[in-house]
T-cell receptor, first 111, second 115 residues
Framework: DAKTTQPTSMDCAEGRAANLPCNHS???????VYWYRQIHSQGPQYIIH???NNETNEMASLIITEDRKSSTLILPHATLRDTAVYYC????????????FGKGTLLTVNP | EPEVTQTPSHQVTQMGQEVILRCVPI?????FYWYRQILGQKVEFLVS????????KSEIFDDQFSVERPDGSNFTLKIRSTKLEDSAMYFC?????????????FGPGTRLTVL
């Protein structure tokens, strides 16, 4: 399994960009990077995923380094409702199905 | 926007009783999943289901657990004889595909409390 490392917590001011890092130095060539978030006790919510190119959708941008050993999730204009635990997940090698959640990063957006 | 729904939102049961947690996945999705989250802990994978068969299960998913798709819309998780340690949030999820490049969409969860 490709292991991910994320900071335990981060703070961000409302209206500013939130940049959440993730290290996945053992990622293999065909493994995707996924980001999910979980707002207090709710079901995890899919945000974005990518393989090697940078990706953007209506929620966020995903920047993956050229060597694919790390990535950054960017919330361009964080709001109070973006306060959540953010999970960086690399699809488990040998498993086509499950998502393996770590402890994630608790992002707190402050007014 | 289509979403995964789960019922009930909260289930309280006595130890040793059977419970059935229900989920309605997104209608065009083909892969279904159950996860659980014990209070304060990580979200843990339980089982995935495709084409009326279990495609993968974790060590947690022992003989006390079973899943079923009884009709074209519902997906259920049954716990035959609940234990105190089964108390957790149970999340259902579904996806269009099951391969690497899929997004799983989660329901709001059922909070199971075993007394």
């Amino acid at each position: 399994d490709a292991k991910t490392t994320q900071p335990t917590s981060m703070d961000c001011a409302e209206g500013r960009a939130a940049n959440l890092p993730c290290n996945h130095s053992t990622i293999s060539g065909n493994e995707y990077v996924y980001w999910y978030r979980q707002i207090h006790s709710q079901g995890p919510q899919y945000i974005i995923h990518g393989l090697k190119n940078n990706e953007t959708n209506e929620m966020a941008s995903l920047i993956i380094t050229e060597d694919r050993k790390s990535s950054t999730l960017i919330l361009p204009h964080a709001t109070l409702r973006d306060t959540a635990v953010y999970y960086c997940i690399v699809r488990v090698s040998g498993s086509n199905y499950k998502l393996t959640f770590g402890k994630g990063t608790l992002l707190t957006v402050n007014p | 926007e289509p979403e995964v729904t789960q019922t009930p939102s909260h289930q309280v049961t006595q130890m040793g009783q059977e419970v059935i947690l229900r989920c309605v996945p997104i209608s065009n999705h083909l892969y279904f999943y159950w996860y659980r989250q014990i209070l304060g802990q990580k979200v843990e994978f339980l089982v995935s289901f495709y084409n009326n068969e279990i495609s993968e299960k974790s060590e947690i998913f022992d003989d006390q657990f079973s899943v079923e798709r009884p009709d074209g819309s519902n997906f259920t998780l049954k716990i035959r004889s609940t234990k105190l340690e089964d108390s957790a949030m149970y999340f259902c999820a579904s996806s269009v595909r099951g391969a690497y490049y899929n997004e799983q969409f989660f329901g709001p969860g059922t909070r199971l409390t075993v007394l």
